[in-house]
């Protein structure tokens, strides 16, 4: 099968072209140049830049993959959860297609793509479900943070989600505090490598607690109190860097050992993680040395797959179909706040 995938959920206007578990290709057009001068995602600034990409970044994903359009065997795209309007871009200009093809469209849940990442590796990219093993999987993104039981392929059950702030969104808040621009992660990554994790004793919000939920708001909070009573921090580099490696530090040990805690409990051989924050070097070091330890196998997401794109949302489609589920109505309407539902 060769599927056309596309992907409009936030600020990533993504193509791909998958064949046979084959990534052919996988065009990103990030919007993030855009959004950081004013600090977050603006929605309406973003569904004109996918109005504006989504045809180039299309037409750029067959012409990489040598597929021609009509060569498609079935056309998907992201349906939920994410921006409305981001969303109706992608979604509608898909079922068009597909309209015109005469053929299946298939409407993905954006988180559900995300558990199936870490499972797509190598060079050219290609989906080993071959090596498809049950596990609990990690999924830490700008706008959520969900631990998931994927008990088998195509079959999952949420354990936990964040009730407030999601990790990325708290890397992002705590960025601002110190001035970086949006997203502040990767940037408060890098002054984080330069400092002492251990030098700020910021909380573990609900490290103890006996559920697979998270918090984050209570540590942005924290950071916040701390900068407003030690103001002089912010005009010393190396307490700004020791306290990103604290901050850093404490986001990591909060989702590395709750990911533990539900692996062992639900007795699974591995553990997966996916989204953005995955990108994120001490999560993906802490989170590979926890599992050794364990005794349990790792599969990380490749970071180029750890941001948004639609080869994840293309390679799942084409499992679902592959698997016999029935293609989405061509009417079709978005989801924007579609939950992860269980599924049987
Ligand atoms: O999955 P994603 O690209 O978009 C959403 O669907 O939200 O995730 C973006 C989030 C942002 O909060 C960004 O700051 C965070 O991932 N992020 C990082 C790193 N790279 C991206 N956070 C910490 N360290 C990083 N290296
Ligand atoms: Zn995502």
């Known amino acids: 099968m060769t599927l056309l995938a596309i992907e409009t959920s936030c600020d990533e206007t993504s193509a791909a072209v998958v064949q046979s578990g084959r990534v052919l290709s996988n065009v990103v057009a990030s919007q993030i140049q855009l959004h950081s001068e004013y600090g977050g995602v603006v929605p309406e600034l973003a569904t004109r830049e996918h109005v504006r990409n989504l045809m180039p970044v299309t037409r750029r994903a067959l012409r990489e993959a040598h597929v021609m359009v009509a060569e498609l065997d079935a056309v998907a795209a992201t349906r939920g959860?994410?921006?409305?309007?981001?969303?109706?871009?992608?979604?509608?200009?898909?079922q068009g297609l597909a309209f015109a093809l005469r053929k299946p469209f298939q409407g993905i849940h954006h988180h559900e793509a995300h558990l199936y990442s870490p499972w797509i590796g190598g060079s050219p990219p290609s989906a080993d479900f071959n090596a498809f093993r049950p596990n609990v999987s990690l999924v830490v993104s700008g706008g959520h943070t969900m631990l998931v039981h994927v008990e088998g392929e195509l079959k999952h059950r949420l354990l936990g989600s964040t009730v407030d702030d999601a990790a990325g969104e708290c890397f992002d808040k705590v960025a601002k505090l110190i001035g970086l621009a949006y997203p502040g992660g990767p940037?408060?990554?890098?002054?984080a490598t330069e400092g002492n994790g251990q030098a700020f004793a910021f909380?573990?919000?609900m490290l103890q607690e006996a559920n697979d939920d998270f918090s984050f708001s209570g540590l942005k909070t924290s950071v916040r109190y701390c900068l407003r009573d030690n103001p002089k921090i912010l005009s010393d580099g190396q307490r700004i860097r020791d306290l990103c490696a604290s901050v850093q530090a404490a986001i990591v040990e909060v989702l590395v050992t709750k990911t533990l805690r539900a692996a062992e409990r639900l007795k699974v051989g591995w553990v997966t993680a996916s989204g953005g924050v995955t990108c994120n070097q001490a999560l993906r070091q802490e989170l590979a040395a926890a599992v050794r330890r364990a005794g349990l196998r790792l599969r990380l997401a490749e970071k180029s797959l750890c941001t948004d794109n639609a080869a994840m949302i293309g390679v799942l489609a084409e499992r679902k179909l592959l698997a016999g589920e029935s293609p989405s109505p061509l009417d079709t309407e978005i989801a924007a706040n579609w939950a992860l539902v269980e599924t049987a």
């Open 81 to 94: 959860p994410g921006l409305p309007s981001a969303l109706m871009v992608g979604l509608k200009a898909a």
């Open 187 to 191: 940037a408060l990554e890098k002054l």
């Open 203 to 205: 909380p573990r919000p």
